[in-house]
């Protein structure tokens, strides 16, 4: 049974900075696309950035882009997203998510076939 498990989310504070970690059990994602969605209240849930299966491209959107660095350690199994210089706008509840193909539509939803519970953040101004 696959597993995804996000961590370190929290409160801070405009400007500050949080690092989330995403681990996977029950199936290795070293060699496939993972990434991360955020969904704030009221609103549909949107991609923030992702990592390719090679390792070598990473995406992000336009409002996060700059300030906001995905990785992974494919011995631990685990992506982690880096966030600086947070705005009350990232507020949030972010996912984590794995797909089980190399090639997908990697800024979209239906590309990934597993999501973690989802791990909040919160910017206050």
């Known amino acids: 049974q696959v597993q995804l498990v996000e961590s370190g989310g929290g409160l801070v504070q405009a400007g500050g900075s949080l690092r989330l970690s995403c681990a996977a059990s029950?199936?290795?994602?070293?060699?496939?696309?993972m990434g991360w969605f955020r969904q704030a209240p009221g609103k549909e849930r949107e991609f923030v950035a992702a990592v390719s299966w090679s390792r070598q491209n990473t995406y992000y959107s336009n409002s996060v882009k700059g300030r906001f660095t995905i990785s992974r350690d494919n011995a631990k199994n685990t992506v982690y997203l880096q966030m600086n210089s947070l705005k009350p706008e990232d507020t949030a509840v972010y996912y984590c998510?794995?797909?089980?193909?190399?090639?997908?539509?990697?800024?979209?939803?239906?590309?990934?076939?597993?999501w973690g519970q989802g791990t909040q953040v919160t910017v206050s101004s």
């Open positions: 998510a794995a797909a089980r193909d190399r090639f997908i539509e990697i800024m979209r939803e239906p590309g990934y076939d597993y």
């Open positions: 029950g199936r290795t994602f070293g060699t496939y696309p």
